[in-house]
């Protein structure tokens, strides 16, 4: 995994539980401190023992600028989270859609709606909004404090087909739109969402990114919740199976992340 901070993710931990019960023994998945500009020149420098690179923050746009080849969900989002060695260079994906889409059905019980929202407007947005095409939305709102910073993530849905209205926060009625939201996204701090997480709760399907510290607002008063570590979870699920060839150990995979927050999450697969 490549990023700077890198020290606290839990990639590695999902990682080597797939590579153990895959029976991968020589195998091995590590964190790599690397910024955005050292990022072209690391990936280039690895042997050909190296399958691909997780990829996380601040070298998402870079890794997919480098990239020779791309999905169309990473060109979509405007960001990779996956470079996977091919013959003729780097392949570039971006499994965080799947990490929304995934937490959405599994731990927050979304099934089926066209009308979604999305709380910030960060490089989780731009996923967010891409995973809402691919669950069948045809439209999502967009709700920011600058609607100038919001544009990235407003490309994002364009790209992917979904029609985006943005709203600033001051002129938004939360209770309101939430009521009539198939899934809310919250990528914003708890703070934000404090005053407010009653009012979110109406949502169909809600997922907050963030889970620490937990509870959240939004976990203390939403009967079902899905959270970053969902996310975290079934991006990883989609990107093994890049790395590897082979199916994800779904359940080999979440137990080791279960053990690794002490079980504070439930972190369901379906």
Known sequence: MLGDP?????????????????????????????????????????????VGFSVTMPG?????????????????????????????????DCTDVSGVSGALRAAAGFTEGGRGVVLGAGGTAAASVVAFAELGFTEA??????????????????????????QTWAETDFGALAA???????????????????????????LDVIYDPWPT????????????????????????????GQAAPREAMRDALRAAIGGTLELPLD
């Open 6 to 50: 890198i020290e606290h993710s839990l990639s590695p931990v999902l990682h080597n539980a797939a590579f153990t019960a895959l029976g991968l023994d020589d195998w091995e998945y590590r964190r790599i401190r690397c910024g955005e500009a050292e990022l072209p020149g690391l990936v280039d420098s690895s042997g050909p023992e190296w």
């Open 60 to 92: 998402k746009r870079a890794a997919l600028r480098h990239a020779s080849s791309l999905t169309g969900r990473a060109h979509a989002v405007g960001a990779a989270n996956t470079l996977l060695r091919k013959k003729d260079g780097w392949h570039a």
């Open 141 to 166: 709102t967009l709700v920011v404090r600058d609607p100038d910073r919001a544009g990235e993530t407003v490309a994002a849905a364009e790209r992917a087909g979904l029609d985006v209205l943005v």
């Open 180 to 206: 009539k939201a198939d899934a809310l996204v919250s990528t914003v701090p708890s703070a934000a969402v404090e005053p407010i997480a009653e009012e979110l709760a109406q949502a169909h399907a809600l």
């Open 217 to 244: 607002p939004l976990a203390r008063v939403a009967p079902r919740l899905a959270t970053g570590l969902d996310m975290l979870l079934h991006q990883a699920f989609e990107q093994a199976e890049l790395f590897t």
